[in-house]
């Protein structure tokens, strides 16, 4: 059901129905995206939890740990906290494990940062051939109205930007260099 403002046209888009009258309700954008991945679940569970290649896999943003766990595999309840830079300024983000099922999901929720709100599930799923792999993230832009007007610019840059970590992922997990990671 698509919400009117002005001109601008915001879809949100029903990935969960339990969660998406909620959403609805509370302003919330959703961005999915899908990688199939020639390896284990497990692998790929493992490499989306690591610290250390999560630094790597965003090297367009300039991402480094600023505090919380530093390196090794995070777990339920870790707290991780970031600086990068998006849409050309340095931003901190702190983030929490808040759910864990190895190796089928496992979400990170912000605890402090731009957004005002964000949950961001990794579903990972074994089918025929590997792995495939869901980034599902939700969000909700600060500033009220001027918040929702940006809404469609922080999706797109959203999207860009797990599609990117979601390929070199899939590049770590289907050769030897996962094993650095993990």
Known sequence: MPIHISRLTIHFQNYFSAR???D??????????????????????DLA???????KSTKSTSEKIVGGVATGLMK????????????GITQRLSARIVAFDRPAHVRDS?????FQHFDHDHFF???????LMRDIFRFRCPLGLIGKLADPIVARHLRLFLQARGLELKRA??????????
């Open 20 to 22: 998406h009258k909620a």
């Open 125 to 131: 799923e074994s089918v025929p051939g590997g792995t």
């Open 173 to 182: 997990a289907e050769t030897e260099e996962w094993r650095a990671y993990v």
């Open 24 to 45: 609805k309700f509370y302003g919330m954008k959703t961005v999915e995206v899908r990688t199939l991945i020639d390896a284990p679940a497990e692998r790929c569970f």
């Open 110 to 114: 912000q605890v402090r940062g731009v």
């Open 49 to 55: 939890r690591s610290a250390d290649f999560h630094v």
């Open 76 to 87: 339920l309840s870790d707290v991780i906290e970031f600086e990068a830079s998006h849409f």
